[in-house]
């Protein structure tokens, strides 16, 4: 097929995840039609090629060179056993993969429930918070706590801790009740880290206090928050998080569908708080997104009750822990250990923060932000007295203007505003100095071209 057929199709058939479609109607923009990846490079059906800054969507941590091991992995599981279920029997790559996670995660988080993605880790997380506090008699734990702006998904459940609004108008009142606090957001913020960082946990104190401790069953948050742009956690805020989820007997929850699989230089990004949750969600990652697959996991003591008889892990999802995902998930932990991918984020973390801060001399990058290979750039608009893009501006610049000049530079990368004006830089982990660099010469020639048309 041609890249117009193939478009003409997509127009016809093919509904796209949060898409306005008319932006690739007749007379709109092309739509990117991706065939081929290579190393952290993808190209397009026209042969364009293309920096996946982005790792599409946070997932291609090994970028895209790695499909024959993969394929070897899956192909070997293929012909040993296709399919089975993990309800009421297993098979060798789900235990072997929850014993692999189980070693690499910090402190007791030793139980693995797999899914398939992220929103269905979340959801799995939260039922077996609601198991623990059932099987401990305190029923009335109900509640949830979660931060301003979070993403954690988008089904139903998911999405009662997600903060975003606009993802959530439309479908009702939330399946969980959920109190939203502040994130971590330290740009614009007058206060020093010590102080924010006490004034955030204060916030959580109170509305603990508001609720009633005996009611809150768990608070869930992200090493370091996507959606508002890689908003890092002040020193000492995780290890506050802890101590007061454990003064209340409210369960800790870190949602590592972007943190987990080296995305921070570690395992597990928590590793980078120091501080052990009760409960770590993933996906993406976790077989660098050549198959489909997540897992929670989770404390001996919050498992603990489910092994007390006749008691019955009240969920299920068919797919979750597939033998040929958890066998590329394997594959996936031995291919990161073979061309140590962590080192790899560790040593380059400082390279590509060197890369993405140069764009500060430019008048429309306002902040730089993140941890490991996991960056944001905020959009500053200097006429205005807080900085900030109004609603037409915002359209113009990150609708408008930055996804036909990031095609025409060859990066992908995420212009978004669920917060502020942000664009987020998170390359696949293989990346070397080399294509750290060339992403920081497009991002800065891109947002060069951003201010001035955004001047005109
Ligand atoms: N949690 C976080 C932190 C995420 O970033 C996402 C997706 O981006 C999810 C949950 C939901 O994952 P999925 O899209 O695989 O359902």
Redesign the pocket.
């Known amino acids: 097929m041609t890249t117009a057929e193939l478009q003409a199709g997509a127009a016809e058939h093919l509904l796209l995840h949060f898409t306005r479609h008319a932006d690739f109607a007749a007379g709109g923009r092309p739509l990117p039609v991706m065939v081929r990846g290579e190393g952290p490079y993808v190209f397009d059906a026209d042969g364009n090629q293309y920096i996946d800054g982005l790792s599409s ?2 997932c291609s941590q090994l970028g895209y060179s790695y499909g024959e091991p993969m394929a070897q992995a899956a192909s070997a599981q293929l012909t040993e056993l296709g399919f089975h279920t993990n309800w009421a029997t297993a098979h060798p790559r789900a235990i072997e993969l929850a014993d692999a996670l189980a070693e690499r995660s910090p402190g007791d988080l030793n139980r693995v429930f797999f899914t398939s ?6 959801e799995a997380a939260w039922k077996l918070v609601c198991m623990y506090h059932h099987a401990n008699g305190e029923p009335q734990r109900t509640k949830a706590i979660s931060r301003q702006t979070a ?5 139903l459940g ?1 999405l009662s801790f997600t903060a975003v609004q606009s993802m959530k108008a439309l479908f009702g009142p939330p399946a969980i009740p959920v109190r939203h606090v502040a994130n971590t957001n330290a740009y614009r913020d007058p206060d020093d880290e010590a102080t924010r960082c006490a004034r955030l946990l204060g916030e959580i104190e109170a509305v603990i206090d508001q609720e009633g401790a005996e009611t809150i069953a768990a608070l869930i948050a ?1 090493p370091v928050q ?1 959606a508002g742009g890689c908003l890092v956690a002040p020193a000492g805020y995780w290890a506050g998080l802890r101590r007061i989820c454990d003064e209340h007997g409210i369960l800790l929850i870190a ?1 590592e ?2 943190c987990g699989f080296g995305r921070l230089g570690e395992w597990f990004g928590s590793a980078r708080n120091d501080v052990v949750p009760d409960l770590i ?1 993933v ?2 990652g976790i077989t660098s997104a050549y198959a489909p697959m ?1 897992a929670v996991l989770v404390s001996d003591r919050v498992a603990a009750p489910l092994y007390a008889a006749p008691r019955v892990l009240a969920h299920g999802i068919t797919f979750g822990g597939h033998p040929v995902c958890a066998a590329m998930a394997l594959r996936n932990i031995e291919l990161f250990e073979q061309d140590d991918v962590l080192g790899n984020v560790r040593r380059m973390e400082p390279v590509l923060q060197a890369q993405l801060e140069r764009s500060l001399e430019l008048p429309i990058v306002g902040d730089v932000r993140g941890q490991g290979f996991f960056w944001a750039l905020e959009l500053v608009n200097g006429e205005m007295p807080d900085g900030r893009f109004d609603a037409a501006d915002r359209e113009r610049l990150l609708r408008g203007f930055l996804p036909g000049r990031l095609a025409q530079a060859g990066l992908i990368a995420r212009a978004d505003d669920r917060g502020d004006s942000v664009l987020h830089i998170a390359p696949p982990l293989i990346c070397d100095e080399q294509v750290l660099t060339e992403i920081g010469d497009r991002v800065h020639a891109v947002l060069e071209d951003a201010a001035a048309f955004m001047a005109s």
Not at 117 to 122: L, Y
Not at 151 to 155: A, L, N, P, R
């Open positions: 969507m946070f993605g992220g929103s269905e880790s979340v993403y954690h998904g988008v089904t998911a992200e996507n949602d569908v972007i969600t996906a993406k997540g």
